[in-house]
């Protein structure tokens, strides 16, 4: 059984950080491409961040400079460090596995991913 797991989710304050993890279990891990997306109330699902399985990533313009998505193949999980945390930035996040490998702007598109994790909020005030 696929299990995505995400954690680090918490309230902070314009200029903060945090680091997300997406813990991972039931599938090739290494193998799979990942991606971080999230939502804000009322706003539609974005791509913020993906990652190859050769270690390559993209990275939303929004967040570009600020986060930085990377993995931990033998601990199967996914991390989003996030720094220079905006009010903008408030969303629940979502970490996502997908079998393909995606090229181009697909990886932003939720859905070519097979599997989701259930959400962690993340709260930025100014």
């Known amino acids: 059984q696929v299990q995505l797991v995400e954690s680090g989710g918490d309230s902070v304050q314009t200029g903060g950080s945090l680091k997300l993890s997406c813990a991972a279990s039931g599938y090739f891990f290494s193998s799979y491409y990942m991606g971080w997306f999230r939502q804000a109330p009322g706003k539609d699902r974005e791509g913020v961040a993906g990652i190859h399985s050769d270690g390559s990533s993209t990275y939303a313009d929004s967040v570009k400079g600020r986060f930085t998505i990377s993995k931990d193949n033998g601990k199967k999980t996914l991390y989003l460090q996030m720094n220079s945390l905006k009010p903008e930035d408030t969303a629940m996040y979502y970490c996502?596995?997908?079998?393909?490998?995606?090229?181009?702007?697909?990886?932003?598109?939720?859905?070519?991913?097979?599997?989701w994790g259930q959400g962690t909020q993340v709260t930025v005030s100014s």
């Open positions: 996502a596995a997908s079998p393909l490998s995606l090229s181009g702007g697909h990886w932003s598109e939720g859905r070519w991913y097979n599997y």
